[in-house]
């Protein structure tokens, strides 16, 4: 049973390029891949996650923002290098496909409908919210059971709680002893992307391109306006509640920066993906970066951060100081923004169903594309469907930390798979010329280094760290066990290292995303093997034996 069966570079290329399955339109150039970027990260991480990380971790907030920049950067390079050497769709799965074999394939491609179709249901909610507000300011108000959720409806009615949903629950109309109450505005918004992103690259472009303008022209606004009412008193105490409290903020922070691989999705559908891709990603990184830096000083600046717990606090600060006619710029900007995430989003989901298809993975209907507009209409269809039905029965809280974890499970198998990428032959270098390559630096000694002196730094700073590391007691034990096993995986890693030479810049990738993944709580975990464990039901149940490499061993 060959479930580590490996796709060479050569079939990949005559599957995604010129050869069998082409048919896709290519009209992305490098701004356009870039603009993408930035429309899929600067959204709900800017709009709505960033109040409840400034919450954790204080001004000092900045910090996580800089180590899980650190830790994309060196994704996007592992991710530039892979699309630059298999430059077709299918993101993660396709490079693991690579690297890694089949089943790691599978699970990453499992992993990423988390990301792309699952972090769509967040972002819809946060965009009903805005929406909403937006309304209220023309003077249109829509019943409270059609803007939220049926869950936090409920929830808010068994803990008796005054507000939006006791007044849902309570007002709902009813059939039989089933309470209507569903997000509307949430629902629409996917109906109308899906149906923008069927009709195909050309006008998803046109619109993201204007909508990233658009957003990034109010965001400076906001930067420009805060600016003015920033009280330095508050930047004090800077860590408020320790490092622990700024880790607290991971899933939210991490969650800001999704979106950045989905650039590598477009491969197809670029005019010269393996010089424009890896610009695409590590530009719209470097943007994002500075902006998320910025605003989170503004916002922990302008007020205490433990005011900006909230779900919207843009809108929050400037109704803090009492600035309306920058709420009202503000909902727009909110409005515009998360529009171009769920767009940009629900064009990467398909175009994985689609690679998956065509390795005979998923059905054969999931590779059909439109003769007219040139999609994957079927996985379109499919995408809406799964991002639109979770709609009326799942909460915001739940889908956040779900995403969180799945795209940094991703981001690890990426970074893993340069590693195991072979070495690029002489012609392959030869051909390389305009193409991005990770510069190779020999981690030998590099590595043990950097984790010796690492380790040497954390002790001289937090004397007692490591001693507190090996406390178990009370709810210790779910805090400290991931971060001892993050060690250990150092340890080996430096052997590793040293044994076998990898490259730097990758294992730095791996690693850094691996320390990500220890500020994960245990319900993260528990949701996550879930879901993989469904994953691996579906994959041997159906992907196994219609595998194409399957058939062409049989």
Same mark, same amino acid.
């Given at each position: 049973m060959n479930i580590f069966r490996k796709k060479s570079i050569t079939t990949i290329l005559k599957q995604g390029g010129d050869g069998e399955h082409s048919g896709l339109n290519k009209v992305l150039n490098v701004r356009d891949l870039t603009l993408f970027g930035i429309a899929a990260v600067i959204g709900g991480g800017t709009f709505s996650a960033i109040g409840n990380a400034c919450f954790e971790g204080g001004p000092a907030v900045i910090l996580l923002y800089i180590i899980c920049a650190i830790a994309c950067g060196f994704t996007a390079m592992c991710y530039a290098e892979f699309a630059s050497r298999v430059p077709v769709s299918g993101s993660a799965y396709t490079y693991a496909y690579v690297s890694f074999g089949e089943l790691f394939a599978w699970i990453i491609g499992w992993a990423l409908i988390m990301e792309y179709s699952i972090g769509n249901i967040y972002i819809a909610f946060s965009w009903s919210g805005y929406f909403t507000n937006l309304l209220e300011t023309f003077g249109l108000h829509l019943p409270d059971w059609l803007t939220i959720n049926y869950q936090s409806?409920?929830?808010a009615f068994l803990e008796n709680k005054v507000g939006e949903g006791m007044t849902a629950w309570t007002s709902a109309p009813m059939i039989g002893s089933l309470r209507i109450i569903?997000?509307?505005?949430?629902?629409?918004?996917? $109906? &109308?992307?899906?149906?923008?992103? /069927?009709? @195909?690259? !050309?006008?998803?472009?046109?619109?993201?391109?204007?909508?990233?303008? &658009?957003?990034?022209?109010?965001?400076l606004l906001v930067i420009i306006v805060g600016c003015f009412y920033i009280d330095v008193d508050n930047w004090t105490p800077f860590m408020p509640k320790g490092f622990g409290g700024v880790m607290a903020g991971v899933s939210a922070v991490f969650y800001a920066y999704i979106g950045f691989d989905a650039v590598s999705t #477009?491969?197809?559908?670029?005019?010269?993906?393996?010089?424009?891709?890896?610009k695409g990603m590590i530009y719209s990184l470097i943007a994002c970066t500075v902006? /998320?830096?910025?605003?989170?000083?503004?916002?922990?600046?302008?007020?205490? /951060?433990?005011?900006? @717990?909230?779900?919207?606090?843009?809108?929050? &600060?400037?109704?803090l100081k009492e600035i309306k006619w920058m709420l009202f710029i503000v909902s727009i900007a909110a409005v515009v923004a998360m529009t171009s995430v769920l767009l940009v989003f629900q064009m990467g989901q398909p175009r994985i169903w689609m690679?998956?298809?065509r390795d005979g993975l998923m059905p054969s209907r999931f590779s059909k594309i439109h003769p007219k507009y040139k999609t994957p209409s079927y996985a379109t269809i499919v995408t809406g469907i799964v991002v639109g039905l979770p709609i009326f029965f799942t909460d915001e809280t739940l889908v956040l930390d779900f995403t969180s974890i799945g795209t940094l499970f991703a981001?690890?198998?990426?970074?893993? @798979? $340069?590693?195991? #990428?072979?070495?690029?032959?002489?012609?392959?270098?030869?051909?390389?010329k305009g193409k991005f390559r990770i510069p190779y630096i020999n981690s030998k000694f590099v590595f043990p280094s950097l984790y010796i002196c690492s380790l040497i730094l954390i002790h001289y700073l937090f004397p007692t760290y490591f001693v507190d590391l090996f406390d178990f007691s009370g709810d210790?034990?779910?805090?400290?066990?991931?971060?001892?096993?993050?060690?250990?995986?150092c340890i080996i890693l430096s052997g590793l290292s040293f044994v076998k030479n990898f490259s730097l810049i990758p294992l730095l990738g791996l690693v850094s995303c691996c320390y990500l993944l220890t500020?994960?709580?245990?319900?993260? =975990?528990? =949701? *996550? *093997? @879930? =879901?993989?464990?469904?994953?691996?039901?579906?994959? *041997?149940?159906?992907?196994?034996?219609?595998?194409?490499?399957? !058939?062409t061993v049989s």
């Open positions: 409806a409920h929830t569903f997000d509307l505005p949430a629902v629409l918004i996917n $109906v &109308i992307i899906t149906y923008l992103v /069927y009709r @195909g690259a !050309q006008e998803s472009k046109n619109v993201s391109n204007a909508m990233v303008i &658009i957003k990034m022209a109010i965001i #477009l491969a197809e559908e670029c005019k010269n993906p393996q010089q424009d891709l890896p902006v /998320y830096i910025i605003l989170a000083l503004v916002l922990t600046g302008m007020v205490s /951060y433990e005011l900006l @717990g909230v779900s919207d606090p843009l809108a929050e &600060i400037f109704a690679t998956m298809s981001f690890v198998l990426v970074c893993g @798979g $340069v590693l195991m #990428l072979s070495p690029q032959s002489e012609e392959e270098m030869a051909d390389s210790k034990l779910a805090t400290n066990l991931p971060l001892i096993i993050f060690y250990i995986l500020g994960m709580t245990v319900s993260n =975990w528990i =949701w *996550f *093997f @879930g =879901w993989l464990l469904i994953g691996l039901v579906v994959y *041997f149940s159906f992907g196994y034996k219609n595998s194409k490499l399957n !058939q």
